[in-house]
């Protein structure tokens, strides 16, 4: 967001701020910079520091600029537009962004450089706040820490994650009204980290009716999801695979009277499929290292298999084995706090353990689709508790087990056949199937677990507001974590919810603003406060006029990605070339149009494009290869709600 605004009356505002500085303030500080001529060059996303000059002889605007670093005096050629005003020294180390005279990308880029520098990772951005992750284990998080924050208001506090917490905190009981307090950013950024001090925050603080949620339920609820929903990524060691909402409901008195996580956008399939050099969910580390020896022998896992389809294998490094042990025995501790029993977990390592063996076991297609070592087979379907017929006939056979009615995408009629099981999408392999078995039994254990975390949390109190707090996994681009292969649907699907909440918190703080300022009559002159981008959202979930009703005519209306993988996966002849060709026409650069303008870019590998997210700031590059096998419907995955259901364990 580029520029400040002015109001008529001559004090500045930014939207959403109570914020002002009287007139005898800014004249001084223009004075100041009139004198001075201190600029800022911004490059590649990069602030130069405040130390700028203009040379001599090199008047701004026009073309390039020549600029003599103060430091050093090294003279640098910059593009015009590359360069922009600096603050006066009374604006250094600003706490907030929106108090900045001159407020552009590069002071903004400067103010938090120059902050990170002194260790102070907070900084208010009006409303907002901006934290960055000090890769390191600073002690600024502590119940000490904790009680400064109690009972402050926000303009009383220094920036900080239990500011942001205090003041939902109070927002909500001088209110009441329900707060919501969203993370956005890439991918190891710090949001999980930081979700879990605002949570803290609110235990410790608010305490609890009834002892329903404390702190330590809240560690013992995070080393939970940890184990289930987390894994390491190229841009992440122990990145979130998964958005939840977890919510606090306050009494009258403030305390909390109860408290829930929901969870979406699980990514089951990482259990058997994932990018090379990437890893599984933490828990199948965990499980594999454990040393109840007892529980060991019960899910076969004294002698492992040495290949396995979906690659999970345990960790070889010692000192790394030793800690996925100490984990375990941490996850069995968290799981006894929020009431799981022991039988309840040993239902969890059974599961887990016939996933282990299922991988396995492997797939072929020797006449018909078959395990490929059935010896490993049948050690999983014994810790499912069924039959090796069974287990096989649940996955590799298409008729639905049981009562189950199969669900049907909602664009489809009742009465047509899902993809994939006699439809005219593409025929499943029997690694497919295999797959779409692990994935089910995984999504059901997850599922499981989260209404065990949720009956731990839940209580007859009445309650009068909420806090929510929305973590996601964080924008996905392989390329920002050195690696060449194309991104995934799942990266799409997690960039895709990034960008919705951007689009949000973009209404929320300006263009809401905004138009109650325009309500009041009071005038703005911005200089260039830019629009909310949409394209690249629109490129992914354009749906068509024609709702509910699906179409096999390829028509000129503009749809997005997701609606046309229904579409190509339905066509004759639908394939992911297909997919893109359509994609491109509704959204790539057009002949004769300006570039830049639109989201979609090709990229000189097969079926891989390149989306332009974030208003075109992340460009991620995407590799569309075997997407249309995520609408195809996979029986197995469905068969593995039923086959735990009939459970003979
Ligand atoms: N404020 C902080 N203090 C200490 N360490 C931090 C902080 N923020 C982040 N980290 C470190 O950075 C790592 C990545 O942070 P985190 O997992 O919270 O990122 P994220 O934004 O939630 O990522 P993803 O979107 O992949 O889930 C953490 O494992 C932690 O070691």
Known sequence: MHGSCRSSRGVQYWPGLQWAKTEEQIAAEEAWYETEKVWLVHRD????????????????????????????GTVLEVEEDDVEKANPPSCDRAEDLASLLYLNESSVLHTL????????????????MVIINPLSSPSMYSEKVMHMFKGCRREDTSPHIYAVAQAAYRSMLMNRQDQAIVLLGASGSGKTTNCQHLVQYLATIAGSTGKVFSAEKWQALYTILEAFGNSSTGMNGNATRFSQIISLDFDQAGQVASASVQTLLLEKLRVAKRPANEATFNIFYYLLACSDSALRTELHFNHLAENNVFGIAPLSKPEEKQKA???????????????????EQKAFWLILGAIYHLGAAGATKAGRKQFARHEWAQKAAYLLGCSLEELSSSIFKHQPKGTLQRSTSFRQGPDEPPLGDGGTGPKLTALECLEGMAAGLYSELFTLLISLLNRALKSSQHSVCSVTVVDTPGAQNPELAGQSRGATFEELCHNYAQERLQLLFHQRTFARELERYKEENIELALADAEPGSSDSVAAVDQSSHQALVRSLARTDEARGLLWLLEEEALQPGGNEDTLLERLFSYYGPQEG?????????????????LLGHSSGTNWVEYDATGWLNHVKHNPASQNASVLLQESQK
Not at 49 to 55: A, D, I, P, V
């Open 45 to 72: 996303g990069f602030s130069l520091g405040s130390q700028l000059r203009l040379e001599e002889g090199s008047p701004l605007p026009e073309g390039k600029v020549k600029v003599k670093l103060d430091h050093d």
């Open 325 to 343: 042990t100490q984990q375990f025995n941490k996850l069995q501790a968290a799981m006894k706090v929020m009431g799981i029993s022991g039988d």
């Open 593 to 609: 149009g300006k570039k830049g303008h639109n989201p979609l870019l090709p990229s000189d590998k097969p079926r891989h494009f």
């Open 113 to 128: 450089r120059q902050r990170y520098g002194g260790n102070l990772l907070h900084t208010y951005a009006g409303p907002t």
